[in-house]
């Protein structure tokens, strides 16, 4: 089991800068992020293993999105430029000890929450227009 908790969550403003902060403890592979606004599903916006360190970023945030791993911390961050308000959502970093996160593979398909087994609590983002 892997314990997860976010942070770096809040209220910024659209064009704004933002780092949402997952400390983990326990083994894991894959740790990704996800984010859910009112009334949309769940959508893996960025994925990063811990086998190779190969990164993951969907459409709706690559250009603009950088994905990170501290090991020494133990923690993955992700760093959103140019943030607008369709980017409101609450936040979620999930991970699973066998997944991994294949980046061709990615190219056409989505990330699927049943994949991952263990969850943070989340952490909301609000961007106001």
């Known amino acids: 089991q892997v314990q997860l908790v976010e942070s770096g969550g809040g209220l910024v403003q659209t064009g704004d800068s933002l780092t949402l902060s997952c400390k983990a403890s326990g083994f894991y592979n894959a740790i990704a992020w996800f984010r859910q606004a009112p009334g949309k599903e769940r959508e893996g916006i960025s994925c990063?293993?811990?086998?190779?360190?190969?990164?993951y970023l969907a459409n709706s945030v690559r250009g603009r999105s950088t994905i990170s791993r501290d090991n020494d911390k133990d923690t993955v961050s992700l760093r959103m430029d140019s943030v607008t308000p369709e980017d409101t959502a609450v936040y979620y970093c999930?991970?699973?000890?066998?997944?991994?996160?294949?980046?061709?593979?990615?190219?056409?398909?989505?990330?699927?929450?049943?994949?991952?087994?263990?969850w943070g609590q989340g952490t909301q983002v609000t961007v106001s227009s």
């Open positions: 999930a991970a699973d000890s066998m997944l991994y996160c294949d980046n061709d593979w990615l190219q056409d398909h989505k990330m699927s929450p049943k994949d991952f087994t263990s």
């Open positions: 990063i293993n811990r086998s190779d360190g190969t990164k």
